[in-house]
């Protein structure tokens, strides 16, 4: 008969459960992490694995929600600390190297992608939409500027430029050197 975890090791557990998968995820897409394997590098059993979810799903979902949390969380505290145009600059800095580190907050069009979305519940899918919306609403409610251009033109500019990360291995040049340059230029144009 298995012992129990205490509160402690739980909470423990389910952390280095979102950690492994976020690495793993990043590195070797949805389809290609295994349970076990997320099993094996935090060190508990298949069976422990569903005491925590109850499905591979249900903790990419939970890992994709929590680093866009964690990134909105991250941007409010830019945009609030600095609230000029700086801190839409610095902000979107840091939404792109975060985009650089985990490859799949940019990759919703992939097959890998969609195969986690057709298994997920409609529950979870809307959890996602949601999450999905935290940052934009940032940038339209939190900036503490004014637009000189629609909102709808500038949150298509701003999310074409993160976008523009699928395109960093194609670059001549250094795709975060080419991605600062970019944003300090459009937020002259987007922004009052």
Not at 94 to 108: G, H, K, P, S
Not at 171 to 183: A, C, G, N, Q, R
Request: with cysteine; glycine share 4%; proline share 1%.
């Amino acid at each position: 008969m298995a012992r129990g975890f205490s509160e402690q090791e739980k909470e423990n557990i389910k952390r280095n459960l979102v950690e492994c998968c976020k690495k793993n995820w990043t590195k070797y897409g949805y389809k290609k992490t295994s349970v076990d394997e997320l099993c094996r590098q935090v060190g508990i059993s298949k069976g422990a694995f569903y005491l925590f979810y109850k499905s591979k799903e249900t903790l990419f979902c939970e890992v994709l929600c929590y680093v866009q949390e964690q990134i909105c969380m991250d941007v409010s505290k830019i945009l609030e600390k600095k609230k000029g145009k700086e801190g839409v600059v610095d902000a979107l800095k840091y939404i792109y190297l975060e985009c650089d580190r985990n490859n799949f907050l940019y990759n919703a069009q992939s097959t890998d992608y969609m195969n986690l979305l057709n298994k997920l519940s409609g529950e979870e899918v809307e959890k996602i939409e949601k999450s999905n919306n935290m940052c934009r609403k940032l940038f339209l409610e939190h900036a503490h500027l004014n637009f000189k251009v629609s909102r709808e033109l500038a949150m298509s500019v701003i999310y074409s430029l993160i976008m523009n990360i699928k395109n960093k291995d194609f670059l001549p040049y250094s795709h975060i050197e080419t991605f600062d340059y970019m944003v300090g230029c459009m937020v002259d144009h987007l922004y009052e």
